[in-house]
């Protein structure tokens, strides 16, 4: 499942920036991000969730324009109004050489992944299972005082120490 096509739902113009890893989408990405900027727009930046400090995606509502990748992990399907094939810049011929090491760790990425999606829904079907025991014999309104107690005693304290 994925919600990349809503991230766009707004822009009227969408550029997808299509390319295996290595083809500098990212950094065309981080590019665009500094420009967009420095010229004073607001703008949604979405960062990869394997790697956060990578930004995959950019929506400048100004523009209604959205830069979106398009990978094999998350591809972009709602298509778009420009779609740039950055393999076509890359020498296919430099990668030859690689290409097999480079499926070999595309495949184990893929099968890593679902094992790491596996073992969070076991930790989830654990978790239901613990809440079952315990949220029963919780006393949430005594919680909830507790913590506007807490909160109340920590803005007494701010304002103490303000100067």
Not at 24 to 44: K, P, S
Not at 57 to 85: A, D, K, M, W, Y
Not at 88 to 114: N, T
Request: proline share 3%.
């Amino acid at each position: 499942m994925s919600l990349l096509s809503s991230v766009t739902l707004e822009c009227q113009n969408i550029v997808v920036l299509e390319g295996e890893p290595g083809t500098g989408a990212e950094y065309i990405i981080e590019q665009l991000f500094r420009i967009a900027q420095c010229r004073g727009y607001a703008i949604h930046a979405f960062h990869c969730v394997m790697r956060p400090e990578l930004i995959e995606h950019l929506v400048i509502p100004q523009l209604s324009l959205g830069i979106v990748t398009s990978r094999n992990v998350h591809p972009f399907q709602s298509g778009g109004t420009r779609i740039e094939n950055l393999n076509s810049l890359v020498d296919g011929s430099a990668l030859s050489a690689m290409r097999i090491d480079m499926d070999c760790v595309l495949e184990e990425s893929k099968r890593a992944l679902q094992l790491a999606i596996s073992f969070l829904a076991r930790a989830k079907a654990l978790h239901d299972e613990l809440e079952t025991y315990y949220i029963p014999h919780m006393d949430f309104a005594r919680v909830d005082a507790k913590r506007e107690q807490v909160l109340k005693e920590l803005r007494e304290m701010a304002v103490l120490t303000s100067y």
